[in-house]
């Protein structure tokens, strides 16, 4: 239980702009195959997120952290793409900082609250964007989980040094493990 | 002590809700039968008998909202909510309509029933009306109501009294409020969808984020400015007199400061909004209440968080609880 007489939590930290800028030249294909995988495992692991998603399970996502020289197009089907700029046409576009990003995934902020304190930007399909908010918050997601399956033989101690880095972060902005 | 009655949206943030020790959670089906109809939001009949299985084990308990109005096309929708809920074990019904408050006392004579806010009943008489026809054990207080006038409507009624303490403040006369209609064609009180958001837009102009609703522009923000729901309540008008938020601006209510004298007025339950809201939300609120709860009963100081974070427009007030306006 986290302690309740604790400060409210601030903002989760930002990739600094030198690192982001030293990322640019870095491949997109093998993050795009690592990437893929683990959502490929993530909608076999948790099919009533197809459910959650109903009429909208054939939108394409435009997923773009604002701190990274990259962003994502994801699909249910599943299908995820790593992109320089997000494409035109897609049904909806999500815009925060990576962090963000990721605590979204795993259910550790609310979406209305980033909106409101203008953390995460919405464009597009608003009505494709809540269904997604809300079957991925009703699926909680464990990330270091999910991660660590790329490591094979290695995933246990790959999975200890994720949720290390998640507790640092974490740590670092004053959330508890409120979510957990 | 008074219950902590807190909101579900998903089977994962009934389970945060009970781990936070939430005293009851109220949740819907995933249809048009309650007030918070929202894409990937809400229970299947499955997931229902679930999560009352899981609350039941936890000592809790569920209420389910069946709170739209049914219409008259298509009432068996509602009827067979009210069946369903009831047989999946459901320890109360929150009703806003009449007719299905009706069906509900004859079909489920022993089925606990709540007269949910959106039933706008906000006097000692019509709460009566509900009590003697329907067998109302809990009527829901609209958000209009000071703490003078809750506890005189709570000595004068033979149902309990539930009072919203944190979320979402409606400050219209809710179940009779057209806005939502009026720019759309959907309404909380018809399709459970106040603002549905098939039909908002959010754009990114030069001057902030635009927010729209079915073609009206309801606000912009600035790049640093805190924002609220797009909702016409909340909008920022120009007019006449000049420009601002005319009805009430985008803020929550939150009554932590008031447990005291809601308690002296002898409401019976305390009700968290945002059956709408993610899992992060639910953990945070009901912790918080929950905290605060304990320290008023052991007349303790709470020191507890804030919880601005979750707030509409990072801003809270106590609303009509402290009247100052009239």
């Known amino acids: ?180 | 002590m008074m219950e902590l009655i807190c909101p579900a949206g998903t089977p994962a943030a009934l389970k945060s809700a009970i781990d936070a020790g939430a005293d009851a959670i109220y949740c819907g089906f995933n249809d048009e039968t309650n007030a918070r109809n929202f894409p990937g939001l809400n229970f299947s009949r499955d997931e229902l008998r679930k999560g009352i299985a899981l609350a039941h084990g936890r000592g809790a308990k569920i209420l389910v909202a069946i709170n739209t109005f049914p219409r008259a096309s298509a009432v068996d929708i509602w009827h067979r909510a009210v069946d369903d809920a009831a047989s999946a074990g459901a320890d109360a019904l929150i009703l806003a309509d009449i007719g299905l408050m009706d069906y509900a006392a004859r079909r489920h004579p022993n089925q606990r029933l709540h007269v949910s806010v959106q039933a706008a009943a906000a006097n000692p008489d019509a709460i009566a009306f509900y009590a003697e026809n329907f067998g109302a054990r809990r009527v829901v207080l609209p958000r209009v109501l000071s703490v003078p006038e809750i506890a005189e409507i709570t000595r004068e009624s033979a149902c309990e009294t539930e009072v919203f303490v944190f979320g979402g403040l409606c400050v219209m006369a809710e179940g009779r409020c057209s806005l939502s209609s009026y720019a759309t064609g959907k309404s909380p009180n018809m399709q459970g969808v106040c603002s549905p958001p098939s039909h908002v837009t959010y754009e990114q102009t030069a001057e902030g984020t635009k927010s729209s609703l079915g073609g009206f522009t309801i606000n912009r923000f600035g790049s640093s400015e805190p924002a609220g729901y797009p909702t016409l309540c909340k909008g920022r008008f120009s007019t006449a007199q000049g420009a601002g938020y005319i009805f009430e601006d985008p803020v929550s209510l939150d009554a932590t400061t008031l447990l005291k004298g809601l308690r002296d007025a002898g409401v019976t339950a305390l009700k968290i909004e945002g059956r709408q809201r993610g899992r992060a939300y639910v953990e945070s609120v009901v912790r918080h209440f929950r905290h605060a709860l304990a320290a008023l009963e052991s007349g303790s100081e709470a020191e507890i968080a804030s919880l601005k974070p979750f707030t509409e427009g990072q801003a809270s007030t106590v609303g009509a609880y402290r009247k100052t306006w009239r």
């Not at chain 1, 930002?14 to 995988?37: D, K, S």
């Not at chain 1, 992109?83 to 046409?89: E, I, K």
């Open chain 1, 1 to 180: 239980m986290n302690d309740p007489s604790a400060a409210s939590p601030g903002p989760l930290p930002t990739i600094p702009p030198l690192v982001a800028l030293a990322m640019r030249p870095l491949p997109l294909l093998p993050l795009q195959l690592a990437l893929g995988g683990v959502l490929q495992r993530i909608y076999r692991r948790n099919p009533a997120i197809f459910d959650r998603l109903g009429d909208h399970a054939r939108a394409r996502f435009g997923i773009k952290p604002i701190d990274l020289p990259f962003a994502f197009v994801v699909e249910a089907r599943p299908r995820l793409s790593v992109v320089r700029d997000l494409p035109r046409g897609l049904d909806a576009r999500i815009s925060a900082s990576l962090a963000n990003l990721l605590a979204l995934l795993e259910g550790r902020v609310d979406g209305d609250a980033l909106m409101f304190s203008r953390e995460l930007v919405v464009e597009g399909d608003v009505e494709a964007v809540l269904a997604l908010r809300n079957a991925i918050d009703d699926a909680q997601l464990d990330l270091a989980e999910e991660l660590s399956s790329l490591f094979g033989p290695l995933g246990a101690p790959a999975r200890r040094a994720f949720e290390a880095t998640r507790g640092r972060v974490i740590a670092s902005s004053g959330h508890g493990e409120q979510s957990r």
